[in-house]
């Protein structure tokens, strides 16, 4: 198995900070990375295990003025972002970025390195049920792509939360890869892993993961690990 190192930029914000945008406006956000690396599987012609390095920045929620603080202008935050995310590029490399929802629904894109480095962390499973979105033709490759390193070792694959054309496209290429049936269900069984790309607010009913106790992988979760691992993780500024 081959080993491979990949890096992302997060930008996130720093709760309950203030700082003035004339310095941040001329060289960017301060960069950090933390101090522990991420693995996940990815497939190239066989099993590679990338390690994932995290670089981030955290965007003061406030800015500061002479006698007292107010929200960021959204053109402000605008040219820091571009800066910052300039300057990490630049010096390390960081083409992947991953910028917090909290800095606007148009800024939920999610790279799904991130997403491979939580199914990883379940490993190892023979099981998978998956909820793809009805929209975005992407999103059966996607789960392919998170999936395919595991896949020779999958016995089962379900589906739940409804058909749609994602879901075909997951099932053709399932069966004609793989051999793999997959199998519509209700609703997730505790042994196996969920693998649900679809947005929190598009959800109803079981779609809500509403007393789900098994292991799963969603947008959702992803984000909340990135964003601990950043907050609570070791860290080196490196600019």
């Known amino acids: 198995m081959g080993r491979e190192e990949k890096n992302i930029f997060y930008i996130g914000i ?52 002479f006698w007292r603080q107010q929200d960021w202008k959204g053109e402000t935050v605008e040219k820091v972002l571009e800066k910052t995310a300039e300057n990490a590029a630049l010096r390390w490399e960081c083409r992947e970025q991953a910028i917090t929802p909290l800095l606007g629904k148009r800024r939920t894109e999610l790279p799904p390195e991130l997403m491979a480095v939580c199914l990883y962390q379940h490993r190892p499973f023979d099981q998978i049920c998956l909820s793809l979105p009805e929209e975005g033709e992407y999103f059966a490759e996607q789960a392919m792509w998170l999936l395919r390193p595991y896949l020779p070792r999958m016995r089962k694959a379900f589906i739940c939360g409804g058909e749609n054309e994602n879901g075909d496209k997951a099932r053709e290429r399932l069966y004609e890869e793989f051999g793999l049936v997959l199998m519509e269900i209700k609703k997730p069984e505790p042994g ?24 799963s992988v969603n947008r959702s979760q992803t984000w909340n690990f990135l964003d601990t691992a950043v907050k609570n993780g070791y860290n080196t500024e490196v600019n």
């Open 14 to 65: 720093e709760e309950g900070k203030a700082a003035g945008k004339r310095e941040l406006l001329a060289r960017g956000l301060p960069i950090r990375k933390l101090g522990r690396k991420f693995p996940y599987l990815s497939w190239e012609g066989r099993n590679v295990t990338v390690s994932l390095q995290v670089h981030f920045a955290l965007l003061p929620q406030k800015e500061k003025r």
């Open 192 to 215: 196996m892993i969920w693998l649900d790309l679809r947005e929190e607010e598009t959800l109803e009913g079981i779609g809500k993961r509403v007393g789900f106790k098994g292991k």
